[in-house]
Every structure is written in structure tokens, then in C-alpha cells.
């Protein structure tokens, strides 16, 4: 429904524009003082590792908020186990369904990032 589909391209924004100054700030630290070719790798590999990591923790967190009513009581033992696995369980789900969505637009905003982001740092 469109409903549906504004939430989920929300969530991908929310992660990417989150995502955004965590991955040029590591993609500068590892790139520092190196050629183009080394800096547009960095940007390539710390963006798409900070969006996809950062779109699967929102994910996640929405996907645990769902199963929270089924879950023990707060900090119990067995809430503690529910939580994590709740929570590998959603990462695992965002990486084999969620990534495809990226594909082709984000795709391409990522590569025409890294060549900014290249050229801006010489």
C-alpha cells in the first residue's frame, strides 16, 4: 500500500541521512593525506558500511518495538535473550530482504558520493 512504502522509504532515508556524517567522517580518517583512488574507496566502503549499519539498526529497533508485547518483563534474563536475538534476527532479515532496496538508486547516489567525495579532497 502507499502507506506502507512511505514508511519503509522513510526508514531508508532516516538511515542514509544518519549514516551520512559517520561514514565521511571515516572515510577522511582512513583517506587522510592519500590519492584519489584511495579516497574514493574509502568513501565508497565507510558509507555504504554506515548506511547499511545504521538502516539495519533503525530497522531493527522498529522490528524489536513490533515483538516487545510478547516479550518477559523488563531486564529479566529471559528478556535479555529475547532482545538480542530479537534484534540478530531483525539485522539478519535487513541484510537478505532490506539491501535489495538500495539497488539501483542508492546504488549510484553512493558511487556519485564517492567521486565527491574524492575530488573534494584534492
Known amino acids: 500500500t502507499p502507506a506502507k512504502i512511505r514508511i519503509v522509504t522513510m ?3 532516516a538511515g542514509a541521512a ?3 556524517p559517520i561514514g565521511l567522517f571515516a572515510a577522511r580518517l582512513v583517506s587522510q593525506g592519500r590519492r584519489w583512488e584511495v579516497a574514493f ?4 566502503v565507510c558509507l555504504a558500511a554506515a548506511t ?3 538502516t539495519g539498526g533503525l530497522f531493527a529497533l522498529q522490528y524489536r518495538s513490533y515483538y516487545a508485547e510478547w516479550h518477559a518483563p523488563a531486564f529479566t534474563r ?3 535473550l529475547q532482545f ?3 534484534t540478530l534476527i531483525a539485522l539478519y532479515q535487513f541484510v537478505v530482504l532490506g539491501i535489495r532496496l538500495y539497488f539501483p538508486v542508492g546504488f549510484l547516489a ?3 558520493a564517492g567521486v565527491w567525495f574524492a575530488r573534494q579532497q584534492r
Open 11 to 13: 526508514l531508508f532515508a
Open 52 to 54: 547499511i549499519g545504521l
Open 110 to 112: 553512493l558511487f556519485a
Open 41 to 44: 574507496a574509502a568513501a565508497f
Open 84 to 86: 538480542v536475538f530479537t
Open 78 to 80: 529471559s528478556w535479555v
Open 18 to 20: 544518519l549514516a551520512f
